[in-house]
C-alpha cells in the first residue's frame, strides 16, 4: 500500500467461498478492515466460476479448494481403468445396547443398518462409538466402463490421462469432475495473460510407490488429496503454460 501506491490504488481484490455463511465471516476478519475501499465479497460456486466481463481479473488464487470437491478413487494398472468403492459390511451376528431409549434394547445386525440410513442422526452420533468397531470395509475394484457412477465425459477424460502414462504404471488418484468445470471455468474467466495459482496438498509423481492415502482427514473434515500431474494433463488440452512447485 505504502510501496506501491499505484498498484495498490488500481487493485481490487475479490474474496469468494460458496457458502455464505462463510462470507459473513470472512467479512468480520480484521485483515481486511484497513482495505475496505479495495475488498469485495461475492458468493461464487467454484465448479460454474462466473465473472462479468467488467470485472475480470487478472489473478486468481486458490488455497485447499480442490481437495474440499467431491472425488472418485480411481486406479489405472497396466491400461486399465478402475474405480475403487468402499463396501462396507457387519457381521450377521453383530449386537449393540440402545441406551438411547429406556429400558435398554439390543439391536441385531439388520437393526443396526436400518440405523445408519436412517434419518435421525443425533441417535447414530450416541451410538456410534459402539457401532464404528463392528463395520468392516473393504475395496471393490470396478472397471469404469461398468460404473454407475461416472458419465461417459468423465469416462472419456480418464481415458485420456491413462494415454499419457507408462504401459506399466499403476497409480491410485482422486478423480473429480467438478475439476475440470472449476479450471475451465477460471480459464474462461481470467483476463488475456491472466494467472491462477493452485495451493493444495497432493502428490507430484503418476508412478513409483503408490500413494497410501487418498483421503486426509483435518478435524471433523474430510479432505482428497490431489494428483497434481492429472491437474497438468487438464491444462495441457487448454492454450495455457503450466508448472509444478514444491
Same mark, same amino acid.
Given at each position: 500500500?505504502?510501496?506501491?501506491p499505484?498498484?495498490?490504488?488500481n487493485?481490487?481484490v475479490?474474496?469468494?467461498?460458496?457458502?455464505?455463511?462463510?462470507?459473513?465471516?470472512?467479512q468480520?476478519?480484521?485483515?481486511?478492515?484497513?482495505?475496505?475501499?479495495?475488498?469485495?465479497?461475492?458468493?461464487?460456486?467454484?465448479?460454474?466460476?462466473?465473472?462479468?466481463?467488467?470485472?475480470?481479473?487478472?489473478?486468481?488464487?486458490?488455497?485447499?479448494?480442490?481437495t474440499?470437491?467431491?472425488s472418485?478413487?480411481?486406479?489405472?494398472?497396466?491400461?486399465?481403468?478402475?474405480?475403487?468403492?468402499?463396501?462396507?459390511?457387519? $457381521?450377521?451376528?453383530?449386537? +449393540? %445396547?440402545?441406551?438411547?431409549? @429406556?429400558?435398554?434394547?439390543?439391536?441385531?445386525? !439388520? =437393526?443396526?443398518?436400518?440405523?445408519?440410513?436412517?434419518?435421525?442422526?443425533?441417535?447414530?452420533?450416541?451410538?456410534a462409538?459402539?457401532?464404528?468397531?463392528?463395520?468392516?470395509?473393504?475395496?471393490?475394484?470396478?472397471?469404469?466402463?461398468?460404473?454407475?457412477?461416472?458419465?461417459?465425459?468423465?469416462?472419456?477424460?480418464?481415458?485420456?490421462?491413462?494415454?499419457?502414462l507408462?504401459?506399466?504404471?499403476?497409480?491410485?488418484?482422486?478423480?473429480?469432475p467438478?475439476?475440470?468445470?472449476h479450471?475451465?471455468?477460471?480459464?474462461n474467466?481470467?483476463? $488475456?495473460?491472466?494467472?491462477? +495459482? %493452485?495451493?493444495?496438498?497432493? @502428490?507430484?509423481?503418476?508412478?513409483?510407490?503408490? !500413494? =497410501?492415502?487418498?483421503?486426509?482427514?483435518?478435524?471433523?473434515?474430510?479432505?482428497?488429496?490431489?494428483?497434481?500431474?492429472?491437474?497438468?494433463?487438464?491444462?495441457?488440452?487448454?492454450?495455457?503454460?503450466?508448472?509444478?512447485?514444491?
Amino acid at each position: 500500500q505504502k510501496k506501491y501506491p499505484n498498484i495498490y490504488n488500481n487493485t481490487t481484490v475479490c474474496v469468494t467461498d460458496s457458502s455464505p455463511e462463510m462470507i459473513k465471516k470472512l467479512q468480520t476478519i480484521s485483515l481486511f478492515y484497513d482495505h475496505v475501499e479495495r475488498v469485495r465479497f461475492e458468493v461464487i460456486d467454484s465448479k460454474t466460476f462466473e465473472i462479468e466481463n467488467d470485472k475480470k481479473p487478472i489473478f486468481a488464487y486458490s488455497s485447499y479448494l480442490l481437495t474440499s470437491l467431491p472425488s472418485h478413487h480411481i486406479e489405472i494398472s497396466n491400461g486399465e481403468i478402475n474405480e475403487l468403492l468402499i463396501k462396507t459390511s457387519i $457381521d450377521d451376528d453383530a449386537v +449393540i %445396547i440402545d441406551t438411547t431409549q @429406556y429400558p435398554p434394547k439390543s439391536l441385531a445386525a !439388520p =437393526e443396526i443398518k436400518s440405523l445408519l440410513n436412517d434419518s435421525d442422526k443425533e441417535i447414530l452420533r450416541i451410538l456410534a462409538p459402539k457401532i464404528e468397531p463392528l463395520l468392516k470395509e473393504d475395496i471393490v475394484s470396478v472397471n469404469i466402463n461398468d460404473s454407475n457412477n461416472l458419465d461417459s465425459t468423465a469416462k472419456d477424460n480418464l481415458k485420456t490421462f491413462a494415454n499419457t502414462l507408462q504401459a506399466n504404471d499403476t497409480i491410485r488418484f482422486n478423480y473429480s469432475p467438478d475439476i475440470h468445470s472449476h479450471i475451465e471455468s477460471i480459464f474462461n474467466s481470467l483476463l $488475456d495473460k491472466g494467472v491462477y +495459482i %493452485i495451493s493444495d496438498f497432493g @502428490y507430484t509423481q503418476t508412478y513409483g510407490p503408490t !500413494p =497410501e492415502v487418498l483421503v486426509k482427514p483435518y478435524g471433523v473434515t474430510l479432505y482428497s488429496s490431489v494428483c497434481f500431474p492429472y491437474l497438468l494433463s487438464i491444462t495441457n488440452s487448454s492454450p495455457v503454460s503450466s508448472s509444478i512447485t514444491l
